[in-house]
């Protein structure tokens, strides 16, 4: 008997795991595992929500254009060369699955995001994984990975969960040495966060190949909702764009990313908050001897001397009601991802870990 058969490589795919939201037995939880916003959706993007739900009787607009104007506005970007999906996942995968399929390759980096190797078996291309160096991706080693059948490169920058980043003439070396055939996306889904860089905007605007994706995740707090862009050039849109479907996006979801888009004044205070607070996260951690690189980003990922130590320190955390995330899957057994919260938030986690080296001492 022959039974239904999936598509190459779905069933290589192994399921996304996200970020834990309870903890058995505790009420005041903490959740840092998943990068939220800890101030919240901006106050803006309520009201436009609260005002769409009057309107949720309407198909929504297909071309997104109010959103994409407020984007190209504020990013001074072309608003024809911007392309909006399902959160920044769905625009990576409109770029595999409309520029790979079964025999070509995609390469992301060995701790790069869940999503991509998902995303390459979802199309039935075949992920490569580079090595990175000290937790820094490694131009040189990418390059080297580059064969006739590579078709994209993912490059996170600032990279998740490391929280470090390469310098921006690098991703240029990078770009300069891809064959103009394969695409480099550079996830910027953490960009708002990192100082100084233009998170590959530059790139994306003068290279036929180059992709920068964003998301309404991470500062604008709508990770709820699914709202993320990219920014290419208009050959490449207009293809990815074909496989969209028409009303990928709510109503209410575009009208509240319009609205928190424009609110640039409530971004650059959520991006001074998480600095001051990810200096004093990471001074605390290496102050009780959990190593850290310094983040670029909303999270710091410590790294304990042993499992045992890792496994120890999560649990003080969630004895105090404070889930963070481990990272096991991202080649750090012994790292522990902490979203950065606000100024109380991130004086309760560093409350908790003092206690467990105190008790550990006594
Ligand atoms: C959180 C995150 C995203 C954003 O995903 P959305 O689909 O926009 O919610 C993209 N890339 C990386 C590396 C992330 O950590």
Redesign the pocket.
């Known amino acids: 008997m022959t039974t239904p058969t999936p598509q190459p490589g779905i069933m290589e795919i192994a399921l996304y795991q996200g970020g834990q939201s309870h903890l058995a037995g505790v009420r005041d939880v903490l959740k840092l595992s998943?990068?939220e916003n800890p101030a919240g959706p901006p106050p803006a993007a309520i009201a436009a929500l609260q005002d769409a739900a009057t309107r949720m009787h309407l198909y929504p607009s297909t071309d997104h254009a109010p959103l994409r104007a407020a984007i190209g506005e504020v990013w001074g970007v072309d608003p024809d060369r911007v392309i909006c999906?399902?959160?920044?996942?769905?625009v990576?995968q409109f770029v595999t699955q409309a520029f790979a399929g079964p025999g070509d390759e995609i390469i992301h980096t060995e701790h790069?995001?869940s999503?991509y190797p998902i995303l390459t078996h979802m199309c039935g291309a075949t992920p490569v994984r580079v090595p990175e160096r000290e937790r820094m991706v490694d131009v040189d080693a990418i390059l080297d990975a580059v064969t006739e059948r590579t078709r994209v490169v993912f490059l996170?920058n600032p990279?998740?969960p490391t929280g470090t980043r390469i310098p921006d003439a690098d991703i240029v070396r990078l770009a300069d040495g891809l064959p103009t055939s394969v695409i480099l996306v550079i996830?910027g889904?953490?960009t708002e966060y990192s100082d100084g860089s233009d998170g590959g905007l530059s790139l994306a605007e003068t290279r036929d190949n180059v992709l920068m994706?964003r998301?309404?995740?991470?500062i604008y707090g709508l990770?709820g909702l699914?709202?993320?862009w990219g920014y290419g050039a208009r050959a490449m849109i207009d293809v990815m764009t074909r496989i969209r479907q028409p009303f990928n996006l709510s109503l209410p979801a575009l009208a509240a990313a319009e609205a928190a888009v424009r609110d640039v004044a409530w971004r650059d205070r959520c991006a001074t908050v998480n600095a001051e607070q990810r200096a004093r996260l990471t001074g605390a951690l290496r102050q009780l001897g959990l190593a850290c690189d310094e983040s670029h980003a909303n999270f710091v990922l410590a790294r304990a001397a042993s499992v045992d130590e890792a496994d120890a320190a999560e649990a003080a955390l969630n004895a105090d009601g404070i889930i963070v995330r481990r990272v096991v899957g991202y080649g750090f057994p012994t790292g522990i991802r902490i979203t950065v919260g606000d100024a109380a938030q991130t004086g309760r986690v560093i409350a908790a870990l003092t206690r467990w080296r105190e008790e550990a001492v006594a």
């Open positions: 998943s990068n999906g399902v959160g920044s996942d769905e990576l790069g995001f999503m996170t990279g998740n996830d889904a953490y994706t998301t309404f995740s991470k990770g699914r709202v993320g």
